[in-house]
C-alpha cells in the first residue's frame, strides 16, 4: 500500500526543471499555472528573449514534447518550427506572432491558424492566440500562446473545398461547350436565323454568361475555404497596386459617365500577398462602380502615423444599403434585396472573400451606408512607409 501510494506522489510531482522555472515566475503568473495545467488547449509562456517558462500537459499532448524537454529553450529552437499555411518559416523571424505582439502591444482580433511541428516530425495545424504579458507596473515580463490542434477540422473543410472545385470543374465544361455552339448559330454558321430566333437566342447567351460568373465564384470560394490556400507574404507597395488598378477601371467608369476620383499617397507598404489583395481591391472598386449610375468613386490612401496603419477608403454616390442588411453583407452568398442590386446579378460570394482576404492580412473593413446616399468602405491593414 505505501508503495503504491509513494508512486503515485512521485507520478504527481513535477519535474525538478519545471520547478526550478516556476520559482521564476513574477508573482503576476504564478498563481495561473495549477490552472492553466487543467486547460485542454496548449499553453506555453515565455521570458521577453522568447525563453520558454512554462509548457502545459496539453502543449505536451499536442506536440509530444515533454515539459523537461522545452523549458529553458527558445520555442524557436527546433520545437515549434511555426509557418504559416503556406509554408513560410515564422519563428526566429519578424514575422513571428509571438515577437510582433510583445513588440507592438497589439494582439491579433481573430485566432491565427499556423502549422507547428510534432516532435515526430509532422506537421499540425494548430489556431493560436497570442498575447503579451505585463507587469502590474507595465514592464513587459513575456508572452503567452494558447493553441489547439485543428487538424480535423481543417481536413473536413479542405474536402469540402475540393468538392466545391470538383463540382464547379464538371460544370463548366458542358456550359464552355454551351457558348461555343452559341456563337456558332449567332454568327450565322448553322445558316440564317430570324430576329425573333436571335432575340431568344442572345437571351440563352446572356443567361449562360451569367450562370458561368456564378460558377466562378463558387470555385473561388472553394478556394478560399481550403485553409492551405497559399497566400504569400512578401512586401507589397500598396499605393502602386491601387493606382494600378484605377487605371484599369477608368475606362468602365467613363463609359458610365461617373467621375473617378483618387487621392492616393506614395511609399504604402505592407506585408502580404500582392495577388490577393489587388483582387480585395478590384472587388471593392468595381463595385462602387457597378452599383453607381451618376456622380463619382472616389479612392483614398494614407498611412495613419498614430496607428501605423494604411488606411483606404473607397466611396461612391450610388444606390447605397439599408441599414438592415449592414451587418450580413460581407457574409457568404448574401444578396441585399433592392432592385438596384438583384438587377446586376452576382452571388454574394465577392464581399465575402473581400473580408476574409483583409482579415487574413491581419486588417479591418467597415461599412457606412444608405439607400440613395452611396457607400463608403473602410479598409485598414497593418503597415509601413517605403522608403
Not at 508503495?3 to 515566475?25: C, E, G, R, V, W
Not at 481543417?154 to 468538392?163: D, G, I, P, T, Y
Not at 461547350?177 to 432575340?199: P, T, V
Not at 499605393?239 to 506614395?266: C, D, P
Amino acid at each position: 500500500m505505501t508503495d503504491k501510494k509513494t508512486k503515485k506522489n512521485q507520478k504527481d510531482q513535477k519535474p525538478d526543471s519545471l520547478l526550478k522555472y516556476q520559482s521564476t515566475f513574477p508573482k503576476e503568473v504564478s498563481f495561473l499555472i495549477n490552472l492553466l495545467d487543467q486547460i485542454s488547449d496548449g499553453i506555453y509562456i515565455t521570458d521577453p528573449e522568447r525563453k520558454i517558462m512554462y509548457w502545459n500537459k496539453a502543449a505536451e499532448t499536442i506536440t509530444g514534447y515533454k515539459q523537461e524537454e522545452v523549458l529553458g529553450k527558445r520555442c524557436a529552437d527546433s520545437i515549434l518550427e511555426h509557418t504559416d499555411l503556406a509554408g513560410n518559416k515564422l519563428c526566429s523571424t519578424e514575422l513571428c506572432p509571438l515577437h510582433k505582439a510583445m513588440h507592438s502591444n497589439k494582439v491579433p482580433s481573430e485566432p491565427l491558424t499556423l502549422k507547428a511541428l510534432h516532435k515526430e516530425g509532422r506537421l499540425v495545424i494548430v489556431e493560436v492566440g497570442i498575447t503579451p504579458l505585463h507587469s502590474i507596473s507595465g514592464t513587459l515580463i513575456g508572452g503567452i500562446e494558447i493553441f489547439r490542434d485543428v487538424s480535423a477540422k481543417v481536413e473536413l473543410e479542405e474536402q469540402k473545398a475540393r468538392f466545391f472545385s470538383s463540382l464547379s470543374h464538371e460544370l463548366k465544361t458542358p456550359l464552355a461547350n454551351m457558348q461555343g455552339y452559341l456563337d456558332l448559330i449567332l454568327s450565322g454558321d448553322a445558316g440564317e436565323i430570324n430576329e425573333l430566333q436571335q432575340e431568344f437566342l442572345n437571351t440563352i447567351y446572356n443567361e449562360e454568361q451569367k450562370l458561368a460568373n456564378y460558377i466562378e465564384d463558387l470555385l473561388e470560394m472553394g478556394r478560399f475555404e481550403g485553409t492551405d490556400y497559399s497566400y504569400q507574404q512578401n512586401v507589397t507597395n500598396l499605393s502602386a497596386l491601387i493606382k494600378s488598378l484605377i487605371r484599369s477601371f477608368k475606362n468602365e467608369a467613363a463609359k458610365k459617365g461617373l467621375v473617378l476620383n483618387h487621392n492616393i499617397a506614395t511609399g504604402l507598404g505592407l506585408l502580404g500577398d500582392k495577388e490577393r489583395l489587388s483582387q480585395a481591391f478590384s472587388n471593392l472598386i468595381g463595385n462602387a462602380i457597378k452599383y453607381t449610375e451618376a456622380g463619382t468613386v472616389s479612392i483614398e490612401a494614407w498611412f495613419d502615423r498614430e496607428e501605423k496603419e494604411l488606411i483606404v477608403k473607397i466611396s461612391d454616390s450610388g444606390i447605397g444599403i439599408p441599414e438592415t442588411d449592414l451587418k450580413n453583407i460581407f457574409e457568404m452568398f448574401y444578396r441585399v434585396e433592392h432592385p438596384g442590386v438583384r438587377n446586376k446579378g452576382g452571388t454574394g460570394v465577392g464581399l465575402y472573400i473581400v473580408e476574409r482576404v483583409i482579415r487574413r492580412h491581419d486588417g479591418k473593413i467597415s461599412l457606412e451606408s444608405a439607400p440613395g446616399e452611396g457607400s463608403v468602405f473602410t479598409v485598414s491593414l497593418p503597415g509601413f512607409i517605403i522608403d
